[in-house]
Every structure is written in structure tokens, then in C-alpha cells.
């Protein structure tokens, strides 16, 4: 039958099957290719191509089935095609060269070319492709059920199921891969955002708390003058009371609402009574995406974090955790700059002891352990086992620290020079 059409009718038809070899080739790897999280975005959104690949897509053996039965099909009717034009113009001979030109054509234009293609494309290879897949399914899915029939079989006698499972999510470090190599879809700000909200979970309150010995608040015991010369010139809107020793902590007073109830006077102790609220306590270790649910829950925006025996070891504020998320609110968010840490004219910095190594890891883009001390005075000391004198010079795993002040058993101030960082 083939050796009566003409020969041009017989090139013709080769062309178009190769083109439909390519067709499905690419239509295979762009639906595979798609991505599965923008596939259910723009599903959701209604867009038809969409709805089309996600529909043929839950049961991928069926896709798979119908596009290699179409594939091998017009392959191997194109090489039936190919050997009678080699005999009609070459006599037996011309076979093997049919062979081998067939073998080029449809690895370069029937299958590296559109999957190449397909996979840096797959949106616009894959949607317009579904036009034909789907009614072609319709038509052929006798068929395709029955070559999946043995398949299927050999896939549940191993245990794998046959029904398309949902995509699996992402964990926390795929989903920080995600937004990485987001790239310019997501401004490099919103990025760092995104992180920061991902290492919430590894960092807990001990990371991000104001030290016990740092902690500013009331004291019963001083005179009620002193009292309220601290009140009127704290930089805090909540502070805690106690008497004594921070140990014996009352409470917490917001001040607004303390001055509230002093009318058009001044507070007294009395209204300082009234305007207390019982202390919240947090227990050393707790994450700080942990916290901040509790801080919601509790409609709490600050509290003393507490060890095994319950000493007071810190304190931690909501907008501490915040802070974590957007940056300090009293900085420039654009510059590699903090509250402690403070850029000098030739370039270095010079930084309070009781930064934390975080922050310094954040800012100067250093990479020192987090897992042991929290602040650099804790890892110098832990360094050098033992309070340094100033003028002291180190290398802290492998950055060079200068030491300018040391007071009451700590080091208060250092200075950092990040062109002695590059000669190391």
C-alpha cells in the first residue's frame, strides 16, 4: 500500500510525523516540569491551561500512558515510512542510511530540541499542548487503560499506589531554597523578611534577650522622688517592678496607664499598685515562633525569661521578636548598621560586648557560632578563659577583635576593623 503513494506524499507525511514526535515529546516534559505550587496558584485564579494540566496531571500514569502510546506510534510509523522511501529510491541498500539519517532527525528535532525547549519553557509548551492531550485521552483511553494495566500491577505489587499523591510539603529548608533563588520575583528586602521568619524556629529567647544585668526597671525600695525622676525619663514604655533585686519581681507596669491614673498629678505608689500586672514568665529555651504565638495568645508583650530553677536569666519584649523579622525599627533597614554596633569613619566598627552573636553575624556578614555563648563578651571570655585587659587583640574563629573597654568583670567595647579581616 505505502509503495504506491508518490514520494513527495511519502516525505510530507514523515515531516508531519516527526513534528508530532516532538510535539508529544515536549508535551511530556513541559507537563512534568511545571511547577507544582504556581500550578495550583494559577488554578485557583481560574486560568484554563491551568485547570486543564492539573486535571490531567492527578493521574500521571494515564498522562504518561497516552503520550508515549501517541509518541511510539507516529515513530515508528515514521520509520516504516523512512524504509520504504529508502527501498523506492536506494533498493536495500539504502535501509541501514535510512536508519541512521531517522535515528539523527528524531533526536535532534523530535526530542532534544522541544524538551529542551519544553523545560525552560513549560507554561507555554505545556498549556496549549493539553488542547490536544486531553480529548486525545478521551478518544484512547481503552487503550491507554489496557497498556497500564500491567504496569500498574508490577508498581502495587511493590506497594506504590497508583493515585497521584498531593505534592508533598516543603520543609524549612527547602522552603528557604525557595525564596533564595526567588531572585527578582521577591524584592531582596521581603526575601530577608522571609528568612527571618523561617529562623524563628531555630532561635530561641535566650538568643535575642536583654541580660539580666541590663535589665531596667523599678525599684520599691528607693525613694518615691527617685522613683518617679526614672519614670519620666525612661526610654521604656513597660517596665518591671520589683524591690530589691529583680529577683523578687512584682509585676510589670505600662507607664501610659500609670500616668493615666495620676490624672493631672502625680502618680503615686498607690496608682503604681493599680497600674501593675502581674509578671509573665518564659521559660529559657523557648523558640522564638513559639513566643510570639504565646505573646498572642496571652496578649503579653513582654517577659522574663527563666531557667530550670527559675532565676531570672533575661528579659524579652514582642517587639525583640519583631525586630528579628524587619530589622531594628531604629535603623536604616538598607544599612549593615545596629543599635550596638557603630561604623566609624576608616571603616571599622566599634561594638558593645553584649551584642549578639546573631546580630554581629547579621550585620558584618561573619558566621561564628550561634550554638554556644549569645553575646561577644560571653564567646571572648569563653575564648580566652578569662577577662581580658584592654588592648587585647584575637582572632574569634578566625576574626580579628580589638579590645578597647572592659568594666565590671565583662568587656564593654571592641573594635573590629574588617580590612584586617581580608589580609588574614
Known amino acids: 500500500m505505502l509503495s504506491d503513494i508518490p514520494i513527495w506524499l511519502l516525505l510530507l507525511s514523515l515531516c508531519i510525523l516527526v513534528v508530532l514526535s516532538a510535539f508529544f515529546s515536549g508535551s511530556e516534559t513541559g507537563l512534568i516540569s511545571l511547577n507544582r505550587y504556581r500550578l495550583r496558584h494559577m488554578t485557583r485564579d481560574g486560568h484554563a491551561g491551568a485547570v486543564r494540566a492539573s486535571e490531567l496531571l492527578k493521574r500521571p500514569d494515564r498522562l504518561i500512558g497516552v503520550i508515549l502510546l501517541g509518541n511510539n506510534f507516529v515513530n515508528i510509523l515514521a520509520s516504516a515510512i523512512a524504509t520504504v522511501i529508502a527501498l523506492r529510491l536506494m533498493g536495500e541498500e539504502g535501509i541501514m542510511l535510512a536508519t541512521l539519517l531517522l535515528t539523527l532527525v528524531i533526536l535532534i528535532f523530535a526530542e532534544i530540541t522541544p524538551k529542551t525547549l519544553a523545560a525552560l519553557h513549560p507554561e507555554r509548551f505545556a498549556f496549549p499542548a493539553t488542547l490536544v492531550i486531553r480529548p486525545l485521552l478521551k478518544v484512547l483511553y481503552p487503550?491507554?487503560?489496557?497498556?497500564?494495566?500491567?504496569?500498574?500491577?508490577?508498581?502495587?505489587?511493590?506497594?506504590?499506589?497508583?493515585?497521584?499523591?498531593?505534592?508533598?510539603?516543603l520543609s524549612t529548608e527547602?522552603?528557604?531554597?525557595?525564596?533564595?533563588?526567588?531572585?527578582?520575583?521577591?524584592?531582596?528586602?521581603?526575601?530577608?523578611?522571609?528568612?527571618?521568619?523561617?529562623?524563628?524556629?531555630?532561635?530561641?529567647?535566650?538568643?535575642i534577650m536583654v541580660p539580666r544585668n541590663e535589665i531596667v526597671g523599678i525599684d520599691l525600695n528607693d525613694e518615691w522622688d527617685q522613683v518617679l525622676q526614672q519614670?519620666?525619663?525612661?526610654?521604656?514604655?513597660?517596665?518591671?517592678?520589683?524591690?530589691?533585686?529583680?529577683?523578687?519581681?512584682?509585676?510589670?507596669?505600662?507607664?501610659?496607664?500609670?500616668?493615666?491614673?495620676?490624672?493631672?498629678?502625680?502618680?503615686?505608689?498607690?496608682?503604681?499598685?493599680?497600674?501593675?500586672?502581674?509578671?509573665?514568665?518564659?521559660?529559657?529555651?523557648?523558640?522564638?515562633?513559639?513566643?510570639?504565638?504565646?505573646?498572642?495568645?496571652?496578649?503579653?508583650?513582654?517577659?522574663?525569661?527563666?531557667?530550670?530553677?527559675?532565676?531570672?536569666?533575661?528579659?524579652?519584649?514582642?517587639?525583640?521578636?519583631?525586630?528579628?523579622?524587619?530589622?531594628?525599627f531604629t535603623?536604616?533597614?538598607?544599612?549593615?548598621?545596629?543599635?550596638?554596633?557603630?561604623?566609624?569613619?576608616?571603616?571599622?566598627?566599634?561594638?558593645?560586648?553584649?551584642?549578639?552573636?546573631?546580630?554581629?553575624?547579621?550585620?558584618?556578614?561573619?558566621?561564628?557560632?550561634?550554638?554556644?555563648?549569645?553575646?561577644?563578651?560571653?564567646?571572648?571570655?569563653e575564648y580566652l578563659e578569662a577577662?581580658?585587659?584592654?588592648?587585647?587583640?584575637?582572632?574569634?574563629?578566625?576574626?580579628?577583635?580589638?579590645?578597647?573597654?572592659?568594666?565590671?568583670?565583662?568587656?564593654?567595647t571592641v573594635r573590629i576593623d574588617p580590612a584586617l579581616e581580608r589580609k588574614q
Open 231 to 328: 519614670l519620666s525619663t525612661s526610654q521604656h514604655t513597660r517596665l518591671p517592678i520589683f524591690r530589691g533585686d529583680i529577683d523578687n519581681v512584682l509585676g510589670f507596669v505600662h507607664l501610659r496607664n500609670l500616668l493615666n491614673l495620676g490624672n493631672e498629678g502625680l502618680p503615686t505608689r498607690d496608682d503604681l499598685d493599680k497600674a501593675m500586672r502581674e509578671a509573665y514568665f518564659i521559660p529559657e529555651g523557648t523558640p522564638l515562633n513559639t513566643q510570639l504565638l504565646n505573646f498572642q495568645t496571652q496578649r503579653r508583650r513582654i517577659g522574663l525569661v527563666v531557667d530550670e530553677y527559675g532565676d531570672i536569666r533575661g528579659l524579652v519584649t514582642l517587639d525583640d521578636i519583631l525586630e528579628e523579622i524587619v530589622g531594628e
Open 174 to 207: 527547602e522552603l528557604r531554597t525557595v525564596v533564595n533563588e526567588a531572585g527578582s520575583l521577591i524584592p531582596q528586602r521581603h526575601q530577608e523578611m522571609l528568612l527571618s521568619i523561617l529562623d524563628l524556629e531555630q532561635v530561641t529567647v535566650e538568643d
Open 387 to 412: 577577662i581580658p585587659e584592654p588592648g587585647t587583640s584575637l582572632l574569634l574563629e578566625g576574626y580579628p577583635i580589638e579590645i578597647l573597654q572592659t568594666a565590671n568583670n565583662s568587656v564593654k
Open 331 to 381: 535603623t536604616d533597614p538598607s544599612a549593615a548598621t545596629s543599635r550596638d554596633i557603630h561604623p566609624q569613619e576608616d571603616g571599622s566598627f566599634l561594638v558593645d560586648g553584649s551584642t549578639s552573636i546573631r546580630e554581629l553575624n547579621r550585620v558584618l556578614q561573619w558566621s561564628l557560632q550561634t550554638s554556644g555563648p549569645k553575646t561577644l563578651n560571653g564567646m571572648i571570655t
Open 143 to 169: 487503550l491507554v487503560w489496557l497498556i497500564n494495566t500491567i504496569p500498574s500491577a508490577l508498581l502495587r505489587s511493590f506497594g506504590v499506589s497508583q493515585k497521584a499523591l498531593d505534592s508533598p510539603s
